[in-house]
């Protein structure tokens, strides 16, 4: 019987990092036990946004293009579901080709798959690569 569970940021990045030592190889029988049909994994849309907040940070310093592809391939991945990974592939999209934060793309994604008018935000050069338009509130004022 496939056993289904919520997947927590730390065991991502620990199987993607490989370190620390003890967590990855826990991380990577989990990964195995998914590629077996032992586990299905679910992955929320925040989850998949820390990780490229940490992956990018300090510690890890990863380019987008990097980041994008793995995770990518991790959403892809038999024996892993997505919350709206239609979205989440297009916000990989969006990081990847325009460097913006992950959390401008999801907006953008989101806001692209559902419809709405655009997005209000102070910083319109952040979605000046997407396909939704982007507003000022001194536009709308």
Partial sequence: ????????TNVILRFITQSPDEHAKLATQIMEGVDRGQFIL?????????????LQ????????????HI???????????SDQEQVLLKA??????HRIDFEDAYLAAYAETHSHRGILTFNVKDFAHTNVESYSPGDLI
């Fill in 1 to 8: 019987m496939t056993e289904h569970y919520w997947v927590d």
């Fill in 57 to 68: 940070g300090k510690i890890y310093n990863l380019p987008n293009e990097q980041i994008a």
């Fill in 71 to 81: 995770l990518r391939g991790l959403i892809l991945a038999d024996g892993i579901e």
């Fill in 92 to 97: 990989l999209d969006y990081y990847e080709q």
């Fill in 42 to 54: 679910h992955i929320h849309p925040l989850i998949i946004a820390e990780c490229c907040y940490v």
